[in-house]
T-cell receptor, first 117, second 113 residues
Framework: SAVISQKPSRDICQRGTSLTIQCQVD?????MFWYRQQPGQSLTLIAT?????????ESGFVIDKFPISRPNLTFSTLTVSNMSPEDSSIYLC??????????????FGPGTRLTVT | GDSVTQMEGPVTLSEEAFLTINCTYT??????LFWYVQYPGEGLQLLLK?????DKGSNKGFEATYRKETTSFHLEKGSVQVSDSAVYFC????????????FGKGTRLSVIA
């Protein structure tokens, strides 16, 4: 299994500003995933981050809006840039199982609840 | 594309009642299916999984059977407890576990004593 922490747990931000969310894992993992959960919606994948390479973004998400860093095998950051109220969501990071490389499933952090006013 | 549809919540049950949360899917390949649970204030936890047709995943008294003919993976528990109150997410991945998940919208369960 993997223990994942995220900072901050929640924040209230003004539109036009940026927020960087940190994700720390207690084991080395190759793949890290960033998801967004908008109010009343399911989780949507933003991007996949491998250590040592550029993040791969899903359709509808761009690097200028959601830059991601992955400096090592236990840490990643997601920045939500130039925020608008539509960015109000819970942002979750997720990792593969560090011992099996994927199975039995992914492990999730507690999430960062972002409100943009 | 791939998608997961869950029954709408919230679901409110009395303690010891029987629980069913419906989940159906569409997938371009042969998916693996998961149920995740999110307790209040906590992150998502993997509850159970099934990787092929007719597999039954089970954990903590919850069960779900992979039904390929009906493209379903309904979650059941025979006797719920107050501590089962949480949001439940059905999810799938078509490739290996090292690929992103496609989630349903989630179903909030409240169990009252």
């Amino acid at each position: 299994s993997a223990v994942i922490s995220q900072k901050p747990s929640r924040d209230i931000c003004q539109r036009g500003t940026s927020l960087t969310i940190q994700c720390q894992v207690d084991s080395q993992v190759t793949m890290m995933f960033w998801y967004r959960q908008q109010p009343g919606q399911s989780l949507t994948l933003i991007a996949t981050a491998n250590q040592g390479s550029e993040a791969t973004y899903e359709s509808g998400f761009v690097i200028d809006k959601f830059p991601i860093s992955r400096p090592n095998l236990t840490f990643s950051t997601l920045t939500v840039s130039n925020m608008s109220p539509e960015d109000s969501s819970i942002y979750l990071c997720s990792v593969e199982d560090p011992t099996t490389g994927g199975w039995p499933g992914q492990y999730f952090g507690p999430g960062t609840r972002l409100t943009v006013t | 594309g791939d998608s997961v549809t869950q029954m709408e919540g919230p679901v409110t049950l009395s303690e010891e009642a029987f629980l069913t949360i419906n989940c159906t899917y569409t997938a371009t390949g042969y998916p693996s299916l998961f149920w995740y649970v999110q307790y209040p204030g906590e992150g998502l936890q993997l509850l159970l999984k099934a990787t092929k047709a007719d597999d039954k995943g089970s954990n903590k008294g919850f069960e779900a059977t992979y039904r390929k003919e009906t493209t379903s993976f309904h979650l059941e528990k025979g006797s719920v407890q107050v501590s089962d109150s949480a949001v439940y997410f059905c999810a799938l991945t078509v490739n290996s576990g090292n690929t992103p998940l496609v989630f349903g919208k989630g179903t909030r369960l409240s169990v009252i004593a």
